[in-house]
DNA sequence: ATGAAATATGTAACCGATACCATATTGTGT
DNA sequence: ACACAATATGGTATCGGTTACATATTTCAT
């Protein structure tokens, strides 16, 4: 591998000048501007990435922490991200934190010992003092944070009140919201729009909590149905509990839509490949990443940022667990 | 951040010494060494991956290239990499070919750049005089490649046999094979060992090719069932056609696995989720993720391979879209 | 013509490690 | 006690860039 100073040797001028063209600082002849460029075509030279970083204590990789890429929602958003740091000639670097904070912690003291230009984060952890420290540039994507870090969301609240206002409006008159775990603040939010809405009905309610995996979703929604035959729609607040729903009532013994509607929440994949496919609030995961690589890299360029917080309308996407007539 | 002089001076050493210290090569006085660790600790040091790159021309990154994140068997695959590289002190840059062969060039001339200790690759060009050059540790992951690097697999030919012959047991007596696209090695492996059973039994059969996505595999399928109505088995090369088929079969007011069973490849999530839920072949994703990880550990770090490829047998999972008892 | 500003270029310190080489100290066999 | 090996340590060049600073040349207004 050919370096800098093989490169000025060969267009004879001082590497300061070899440096100064590559970087565009500082005066550089015409001359000197046509025998670099010659040499650097020559001699195929591409700069040691790892000797700037040294240099600059800055490198060209992004880390994207995330809880766990298997989990359907985040490979879509991996791959928005990868794509934008592409785009723009950054790399990332993929952490699976398993929303355990310790692992985060490490990945942290890791990303930034590689001089990393920035982080986009999944975390359900306050970090603020961490990250006061680092101060390497940070998005904060998919679930908002407490401290005062760019962020870019989906509009919770909003999906949760047009997917409750549908179930309502398809004739669905006592309503189970299945929430999140309650550390995940985007769930929060969902089952608060859901209450927003249905606080404007005279329409029974009820709301519980579950973590988002179609096996235990379907295990305590099944016995939630059991207990409570009334129900006769659902909000889940993600779509692998809506599928354990699904599950849980075909179960049941009951049918979807006509018995009781289902509507889900993040539009993964998957929901068009149940039956029947589901009625879902649809975030557009590719958006979500692509406008948090931007923002990163934004912030890693210098760029003013003109919003310091984004968040992206959901969709609802109507499909099979919803009725296609007012009942 | 505190640096190697840093340490050095707390210690009252020289930065030789500490270095030594820490990769444990040469010599380091008993005295010296129990300095350096307090001096470590209380400056709370950690060494400096970039510089340590620069100087060895080594880091700690592994790069994973791979199609494309957003593929149902991918990430499984990257996690069981990212786990086992995290285990073992590495890092994972992830890289989505898109099967792109200039993208793919493109990742490896920034992964060399970077040092990278070594390098995952699903891919189904053969890069054979690109890699010579790098002398990089490599594996080739799921697709075999032409050249002689070590290779992680499933064993296509005989998961596709068992496939075959379970369809066979189950009382089809008119089998389609879709293939996917014939780049892939992996998938024409699949059709060979199709082909191995079929020759053995007097049965009519059918191999179509299509790419691996669900809405061209269901109308590809969909056509060719409708001029073939007499085809009561499909053998498809991925869960993906699998589920393709599933739809188009659904389409034409067909039912599984009455009319038609199927048995899919790959042993995506998925494939539980549909109804009636697929009967497939599944890899070990996570195995085969996972062996190929230690195995590029083990070049990096020098260990003897013991074996220089390895190939995991599939296991066929059996669920709805086959019939319980033979006809 | 002249001095200031703009342009052009080179020298060398620096980023934070590693590793070769030289030197000093200790241990061991005879 | 002496020779020689083993142990311990430090100095410093090196990896391949960036950048502050010094110096040289050109441009240009007055």
Chains 1, 2 share one sequence.
Do not use: W
């Amino acid at each position: 591998m050919p370096t800098i100073s093989d490169v000025a040797k060969l267009a004879k001028v001082s590497v300061a000048t070899v440096s100064r063209f590559l970087n565009d600082s500082g005066y550089v002849g015409k001359k000197s501007r046509e025998a670099i460029k010659k040499a650097i075509q020559e001699l195929d030279y591409v700069p040691s990435e790892v000797a700037r970083s040294l240099s600059t204590k800055q490198s060209d990789i992004i880390g994207l922490i995330i809880p766990d890429i298997k989990n359907p929602f985040f490979p879509e958003l991996a791959r928005a991200v990868e794509d934008t740091a592409f785009e723009y000639g950054y790399t990332v670097i993929l952490c699976n934190s398993d929303e355990n904070e310790l692992k985060e912690k490490h990945y942290f003291q890791t990303l930034t010992n590689k001089y990393v230009a920035g982080i986009i984060l999944t975390s359900i952890f306050d970090q603020g003092t961490n990250f006061k420290k680092l101060k390497i540039p940070m998005v904060a994507l998919d679930r908002p944070l407490e401290i005062n870090i760019p962020t870019v969301t989906t509009n919770n609240i909003e999906g949760a009140k047009l997917a409750t206002q549908f179930l309502i409006d398809k004739g669905a008159t006592s309503l189970l919201c299945v929430g999140g775990p309650k550390e995940i603040r985007s769930s929060k939010l969902r089952v608060e729009g859901f209450q927003e809405i249905i606080k404007e009905y005279p329409i029974d309610s009820h709301i519980i909590e579950s973590p988002y995996d179609f096996e235990t979703a379907e295990t305590i929604i099944f016995d939630y149905l059991k207990h409570n035959p009334t129900i006769d729609g659902i909000f889940a607040c993600s779509d692998a509990s809506a599928i354990g729903a699904l599950k849980a009532i075909h179960k049941l013994n009951l049918s979807v839509p006509e018995d009781i509607q289902i509507v889900g929440f993040d539009g993964i994949q998957m929901g068009k490949v149940v039956s029947p496919s589901l009625t879902t609030v649809a975030q557009n995961i590719y958006q979500l990443g692509q406008a948090a690589a931007k923002m990163l890299i934004h912030q890693i360029e210098g760029k003013p940022l003109e919003n310091t917080s984004v968040c992206i309308n959901p969709k609802l996407i109507e499909r099979e667990t919803t009725r296609k007539e007012r009942t």
